[in-house]
Nanobody, 122 residues
Framework: QVQLVESGGGLVQAGGSLRLSCAAS????????MGWFRQAPRKEREFVAAINWNASITHYADSVKGRFTIYTDNAKNTVYLQMNSLKPEDTAVYYC???????????????WGQGTQVTVSS
């Protein structure tokens, strides 16, 4: 079983950047498909991005495509979400998640972190 801890959230102005980190322990992240999700106040949790076990495939929600990048560092057992050109509508709690199977990409994640708050001011 893998344990996940997110960090890197904070307050940023619109147009700015943040990099979220998700440090894994207990198992190598190379055993898993990893994803990022977010939940804004009074909204359902939504998929943001995912990367497969060997980082050969990535998948993004349309709302973040071209602005966000998911990548991994196996040496640090960490998955990252680089967020550029941030918008106020990106404000949410961001969660890291993992699972053993790639498909379906946006569903069935078994392991979750506690979340990190991202606030984008206009």
């Amino acid at each position: 079983q893998v344990q996940l801890v997110e960090s890197g959230g904070g307050l940023v102005q619109a147009g700015g950047s943040l990099r979220l980190s998700c440090a894994a322990s207990g198992r190598p992240i190379s055993n898993y498909a990893m994803g990022w999700f977010r939940q804004a106040p009074r909204k359902e949790r939504e998929f943001v991005a995912a990367i497969n076990w060997n980082a050969s495939i990535t998948h993004y929600a349309d709302s973040v495509k071209g602005r966000f990048t998911i990548y991994t560092d196996n040496a640090k057992n960490t998955v990252y979400l680089q967020m550029n050109s941030l918008k106020p509508e990106d404000t949410a709690v961001y969660y890291c998640a993992g699972k053993t199977d790639w498909a379906p990409v946006r569903q069935n994640y078994a392991y979750w972190g506690q979340g990190t708050q991202v606030t984008v001011s206009s």
